[in-house]
């Protein structure tokens, strides 16, 4: 009787081993009903979508809000002001009218710095102008 713990008689000097089987060809397994994980900025069929943490930081569903946040903060940069600022200022009131239009809609903080910072950026370069100019009014001896 052969089991786990005694598998049986020792082959004998000289048989042939036992012929191995060929595995038989499987077909792909069918479909059980699952389906691939959405997306990110998807959800579930049949489930409501849930706000992620990503999502109450960044307000991916109000662009013109971060065109403007990202445009008034590289507007900091003095040689980017004259460019920037007007395209932050732009974009922030489109996103503005776009919170009041949908109520619920984010990204007014956003939009609200991007008018700021670009403000800072462009008195920052508008002071620059005028030492650069009071500067050179002066006579070359210093009065």
Known sequence: MADEVNPGPPPQIGSN???VQAAQPTSPPQNLGWSQPPTPGQHYP????QEGVFDSI???SNPPALVS???GVFSLTVCFSPILAPISYIAAAKALRRIKEQPGLKGRGHAITGIVTSSVGLFLLVLGIVLIVLSSRHSPDGY
Not at 46 to 49: A, I
């Open 58 to 60: 960044i307000p991916t």
């Open 46 to 49: 049949g489930q409501p979508h």
């Open 17 to 19: 081993p036992p012929p």
């Open 69 to 71: 946040y990202y445009c």
